[in-house]
């Protein structure tokens, strides 16, 4: 199908090749990739600082950092909160084949009522964090996108809003405050159903797969260092809704 520019984004003026899902490639980087470049405006002078940091996301799909008030990029960003991630896919060959996307905002730290969700989105994607994130010096902060700029490999480069690769979730409260329950009970009594998802639907290697959180879009997923996102078939917004929609993915699964 043919993308719309309402849809999707362009870049140089030239349209996406029809049948690629620009929103969904950048979705999936988002949601998928764990380590990112996060370039900042240095204190000194005012040129662009680059570190490197880990990152989650929040149910709505912005950026969640970890940072420590004593680092570098900490300072720049109590002066200047703008910001921007790169966030890339790894692989074979050409670094440059591979999918990247550049996610640009605000950062701040998180309000205090928000760093306990945080944290537990966080430390589900990066459980070796636990012994440090609790530190004085540490707090939690989140990336409120206002632009995105995709590369998704040859004559797939297009811009995005904000609002675009927003996830919605104004009226999922039932399903967010039942996720640890739902990801708890998919993990100890469904890991054989996690890993046919992953396997079956997403093409991914044989693995002990577990869930670390959920959104009304989708499903994410863990094995070691490998992360994937299982994209939902239509939009969740309870937990008697998940249900039904992940009974019919494993339906789907089994007959792949």
């Keep these: 199908m043919t993308e719309r520019p309402s849809?999707?984004?362009r870049s140089g003026g030239f349209p996406l090749p029809p049948g690629y899902d620009g929103i969904a490639e950048a979705k999936q980087l988002l949601r998928c990739i764990r380590t990112g470049a996060l370039a900042t405006l240095a204190t000194a002078g005012g040129f662009p600082?680059?570190?490197?940091?880990?990152?989650?996301?929040?149910?709505?799909?912005?950026?969640?950092l970890l940072l420590s008030g004593l680092s570098a990029h900490t300072r720049n960003l109590l002066a200047d909160d703008r910001a921007?991630?790169?966030?890339?896919?790894m692989?074979?060959?050409?670094?440059?084949?591979?999918?990247?996307?550049?996610?640009?905002?605000?950062?701040?730290?998180?309000?205090?009522?928000?760093?306990?969700?945080?944290?537990?989105?966080?430390?589900?994607?990066?459980?070796?964090?636990?012994?440090?994130?609790?530190?004085?010096d540490f707090a939690f902060y989140r990336l409120d996108c206002e632009s995105a700029h995709l590369n998704g490999g040859f004559a797939k480069a297009a811009?995005?809003?904000g609002a675009q690769l927003r996830t919605d979730v104004t009226d999922a409260g039932d399903l967010l405050e039942a996720e640890a329950d739902a990801i708890a009970h998919m993990n100890g009594d469904h890991p054989e159903t996690l890993a046919l998802y992953v396997q079956k639907l997403g093409g991914e290697p044989q693995a002990r797969w577990r869930a670390t959180g959920l959104d009304p879009e989708g499903l994410d997923l863990m094995a070691g260092d490998l992360t994937a996102r299982l994209a939902f078939s239509?939009?969740?917004?309870?937990?008697?809704?998940?249900?039904?929609v992940l009974a019919d993915l494993a339906a789907r699964a089994r007959q792949a």
């Design 7 to 9: 849809e999707q984004g």
């Design 49 to 64: 600082f680059a570190s490197l940091t880990t990152v989650a996301t929040d149910h709505d799909g912005s950026p969640i």
């Design 84 to 89: 921007s991630i790169l966030l890339a896919r």
């Design 91 to 136: 692989g074979k060959g050409d670094p440059l084949a591979h999918p990247r996307l550049t996610v640009v905002g605000r950062i701040a730290r998180a309000a205090l009522e928000d760093q306990a969700r945080l944290r537990a989105r966080f430390l589900a994607r990066h459980p070796k964090a636990a012994l440090y994130a609790d530190f004085g």
């Design 159 to 161: 811009d995005y809003t």
């Design 234 to 244: 239509e939009r969740v917004a309870s937990p008697g809704a998940l249900r039904r």
